[in-house]
């Protein structure tokens, strides 16, 4: 049985025409770029889509056109600052807050920095 993610193009070039014609149909049409509208155009579930790793055949050719929904999205993010723009960035994985949880003293930093100059010198 195959594999739901195997697409129906005979090569990359036919998928890569495919997903153009989805990009050039928005833009004629003025419709938005979204995940959901990729998939129909591809005849793939939007969860097929999601699931594509680097071990799938067209994996490049996916990952770029995912890419061009994501710069949709932060453009229009941009220009709007519309709440479901910020949504759809976070489930491409996306985040609106520091999660690094180090703190950083700026006047230690000076002094390490200053003594450190200060060695390289008298070396």
């Avoid at 938005?32 to 793939?44: D, S």
């Avoid at 071990?55 to 990952?63: H, Q, T």
Wanted: proline fraction near 2%; include cysteine.
């Amino acid at each position: 049985m195959a594999s739901e993610k195997t697409l129906k193009f005979k090569s990359a070039k036919d998928l890569e025409q495919a997903i153009e014609a989805y990009f050039d149909g928005c833009v004629e049409d003025e419709e938005p770029v979204t995940i959901t509208g990729l998939a129909l155009a591809l005849n793939i579930s939007r969860e097929t889509l999601r699931d594509y790793g680097p071990d799938d055949v067209y994996f490049s050719l996916i990952k770029k056109a995912k890419l061009r929904v994501q710069h949709a999205y932060e453009k229009r993010l941009i220009k709007r600052g519309n709440s479901g723009d910020v949504f759809a960035l976070k489930n491409f994985g996306w985040s609106d807050k520091t999660e690094n949880g180090k703190s950083f003293d700026m006047k230690t930093a000076l002094v390490e920095f200053s003594d450190t100059k200060t060695e390289d010198v008298e070396k």
